[in-house]
């Protein structure tokens, strides 16, 4: 049995005020290539179809066009809602869409779904939408429901026993730690807003990321699963165990992830085991972040896929005027323009801001001063400073 398992579609997705929907196609038509070429029996998607509950008509559109191309090859959809998503609208005919091989879990009703695929090696597929404690709790009251982690570990307690011979797959929506770790993001799941900083400075605000966190642990308990296909984070990782993975969005929604590599999971299921690899996919228009002098970034001779999606960080000593629409010139798709002066690195960066917090306000004030004037301060202005500084912090 073998199935393609993506995450985080984010149908309808708009990117520094560009709309995504000819990329998203374009990787959604690279899938169903994908699905031929491998001969897949199912394609997995977990959670965050679209990027908002009330989808933009063509997003929608996009939508009916790939469930419809996937069924046309015989291709059987397994979709769960993710936080994104509307759980309701996205039950929308799903019992007569199931009949024709789709299977949509939006809203958790009390139990997890099973469907159950036949083939070499049959499986069943335990589709698990996106949940909070309290849905948890409304449809299972007797439970100990007190974080994500126990609503989720309830919502799994509900599978009927793990049937011999055949395989089990977890699709799931969530934030796991796998091993005491949380995933890394890729900065545009606008999940809980500190988790991005907290899975990258790992110490300190962990605890307030780990708070919604399922522990990788619940999907061992009860017989397990021999694949758990997760959407929720961005970046392509595994929580915890190889079996346990985030297929991560299948492009880059962010200038954060400008570089980044997406791929989609292929999973085959064998009486020995699990096998995965990560298939490329590659964008339309490439995220990127280039750095150096306007002039040069612009050059004809030096501009290449000019379509990218460009993130220009130039090095020049002074402001270039209309540095946009240069750039735009050179690439329409351009994002964003900052200043990266040469020879200040991350390192470089970091000590300057250290050296500068050590430094006192008067210390630090009269540099400026001295900067700005080309002269120190007289003792009359450092006299009217203080008082000054009095005034606003006494
Ligand atoms: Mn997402």
Not at 177 to 197: F, K, M, N, T, Y
Not at 203 to 220: E, K, M
Not at 307 to 316: F, K, N, R
Request: with cysteine.
């Amino acid at each position: 049995m073998k199935f393609l398992h993506l995450g985080d579609l984010h149908l309808g997705k708009r990117v520094n005020g560009f709309d995504f929907l000819e990329d998203q196609q374009y990787i959604l038509a690279q899938v169903l290539a994908l699905c031929e070429a491998h001969a897949v029996q199912a394609v997995v998607l977990a959670g965050d179809i679209y990027d908002a509950p009330v989808p933009p008509a063509a997003a929608v559109t996009l939508l009916d066009w790939f469930l419809t191309e996937l069924t046309s090859r015989g291709i059987q959809v397994l979709a769960v809602s993710g936080n994104h998503d509307s759980a309701d609208r996205l039950d929308y005919a799903a019992a007569l869409l199931a009949r024709q091989g789709v299977h949509i879990a939006g809203r958790f009703m009390g139990s997890v779904r099973v469907v159950p695929l036949e083939g070499e090696t049959p499986a069943e597929f335990c589709l698990l939408p996106f949940v909070r404690p309290a849905t948890v709790r409304h449809y299972l009251p007797e439970a100990p429901i007190t974080d994500q982690d126990t609503a989720v570990a309830a919502a799994l307690a509900t599978l009927p026993p793990r049937r011999e011979g055949v395989a089990r797959v977890l699709v799931a929506h969530q934030t796991v730690l796998g091993g005491g770790v949380l995933p890394q993001c890729a900065g545009s799941e606008s999940i809980a807003p500190d988790l991005s900083s907290a899975a990258s400075n790992a110490g300190a605000g962990v605890n307030i990321g780990t708070l919604d966190a399922v522990n990788a642990a619940r999907f061992a308990e009860n017989g397990g699963f021999d694949y758990v296909a997760l959407g929720h984070i961005h970046r392509p990782q595994t929580a915890g165990a190889p079996h346990i993975r985030y297929a991560g969005a299948p492009l880059c929604y962010s200038l954060d992830e400008a570089g980044a590599r997406k791929s989609a999971v292929l999973v085959t299921l064998t009486p020995a085991g699990t096998e995965t690899e990560l298939l490329p996919l590659c964008p339309r228009r490439t995220m990127r972040h280039i750095t150096g002098p306007l002039a040069q970034l612009t050059d004809p001779a030096r501009v290449t896929d000019a379509e990218d999606y460009i993130w220009a960080s130039l090095t020049d000593d002074t402001p270039q005027p209309d540095a946009m629409a240069v750039l735009r010139a050179a690439y329409p798709n351009a994002m964003r323009l900052d200043y990266a002066p040469r020879g200040t690195g991350p390192d470089l960066s970091t000590q300057a801001a250290a050296a500068v917090r050590q430094k006192s306000f008067e210390e630090l004030f009269s540099a400026f001063f001295e900067q700005m004037h080309d002269r120190p301060l007289t003792q009359e202005e450092t006299a009217a400073l203080n008082e000054m500084r009095e005034e606003v912090q006494p």
